[in-house]
């Protein structure tokens, strides 16, 4: 059974360019979380999206950032206009149904600005 | 709002001793679940273990169990038998429910297991 799957596992961008970050859930879940963990801290919720909905981005910042997951395709988070404080990992769960199933993890997207 | 607090500093333990991973949580919620998530040095985040708040028994998974105290807001992570492989990073989380259904992640503590 093939976990959650993130692409690209490294992702190097100049202040000003955009990042795409691709998380492709456990087969049959359609329920997908972001996560932004910054270096020596916790994760912190940034988007919980299902199929076409964003259900809660209540943890999304208002600018640059967007989140969608499409009927069909891996879900996609957007950087437009990267910034340096954007460094950090990037991590995508997964969920059955949402509401009691246990989230997991993919490996994470590692994004450096210079 | 949901919150998660670990405030241990990096804990250490001998090889096949047991330690405790200490987690107070706060929430309005009457329904909610707890979940510790291990980070390896590599990175990626492995799920340990899940209570939910109206479990009567404490969850166990082979070595790990979660000492839920409900009244005292705690779940402490109890890991018996430790194995060098568990030097980690090791993350408490606590989930709503329905559309608040993200985690909440605490700070994390640092355990190191010495031979």
């Known amino acids: 059974n093939a976990g959650v799957m993130q692409n690209p596992r490294h992702l190097v961008r100049r202040r000003g360019q955009e990042a795409r970050l691709r998380c492709s859930p456990v087969k049959g879940h359609s329920h997908v979380y972001w996560y932004r963990q910054l270096p020596e801290e916790g994760l912190k919720f940034m988007v919980y999206?299902?199929?076409?909905?964003?259900?809660?981005e209540s943890g999304m910042p208002k600018e640059r950032f967007s989140a969608e997951f499409p009927k069909e395709g891996p879900s996609i988070l957007r950087i437009q206009q990267v910034v340096r404080g954007d460094s950090a990992a990037y991590f995508c769960?997964?969920?059955?149904?949402?509401?009691?199933?246990?989230?997991?993890f993919g490996p994470g997207t590692r994004l450096t600005v210079l | 709002a949901q919150k998660i607090t670990q405030t241990q500093p990096g804990m250490f333990v001998q090889e096949k001793e047991a330690v405790t991973l200490d987690c107070t949580y706060d929430?309005?919620?009457?329904?909610?679940?707890l979940f510790w998530y291990k980070q390896p040095s590599s990175g990626e985040m492995i799920f340990l273990i899940y209570?939910?708040?109206?479990?009567?028994q404490n969850a166990t998974e082979g070595r790990y169990s979660l000492n839920f105290q409900k009244a005292r807001k705690s779940a402490n992570l109890v890991i018996s038998a430790s194995q060098l492989g568990d030097s980690a990073m090791y993350f408490c989380?606590?989930?709503?429910?329905?559309?608040?259904?993200?985690?909440?992640f605490g700070k994390g503590i640092t355990l190191s297991v010495r031979p």
């Open positions: 209570q939910g708040s109206y479990d009567e």
């Open positions: 769960a997964s969920s059955g149904t949402g509401d009691t199933d246990t989230q997991y």
């Open positions: 929430t309005s919620d009457q329904s909610y679940g």
């Open positions: 999206l299902q199929k076409e909905n964003i259900i809660d």
């Open positions: 989380a606590m989930r709503g429910t329905g559309a608040n259904s993200k985690l909440t």
